[in-house]
């Protein structure tokens, strides 16, 4: 089982990240309107890509003949706390919009992973 992955949105782009006993800020560059406090969400998704890949050829030397492909996260549960004075709609309204997260939108859509040797 996974740890549960929190997150606090603190300004217009700074988000403090709690996972177990990791914590980290993600943010977006100043050029970008954020405070460059730590990495954008898109260098987080290639950091998990990197990082799993690195992990699964270490993985290999122990286990080049092992069959089992269980432990694959297929789903996402994305529960969102919103505060402050909102009405129901203004809830629902910022829910869909919550959807149009791009790097959701990027999970779900066809991803194309090129290894190449260098």
């Given amino acids: 089982m996974s740890t549960p992955v929190v997150l606090h949105s603190r300004s217009l782009f700074r988000t403090e990240v709690d996972a177990g ?10 050029d970008a309107g954020g405070g460059g406090e730590g990495p954008t969400p898109y260098d987080m998704l290639a ?3 990197g990082g799993c890949t690195s992990m699964t050829l ?5 286990c080049s003949d092992c069959s089992a492909q269980s432990g694959w996260i297929h789903r996402f549960k994305v529960e969102i706390a919103l505060h402050g ?9 910022l829910l869909a919009i919550a959807a149009r997260c791009p790097v959701a939108k990027t999970l779900q859509n066809e991803i194309r992973i090129d290894e190449v040797l260098v």
């Fill in 21 to 30: 006993p990791h914590h980290w800020v993600l943010d977006e560059p100043v």
């Fill in 47 to 49: 950091a998990a890509l």
């Fill in 58 to 62: 270490h993985f290999a030397k122990d």
């Fill in 85 to 93: 004075p909102l009405d129901d709609e203004q809830r629902q309204r």
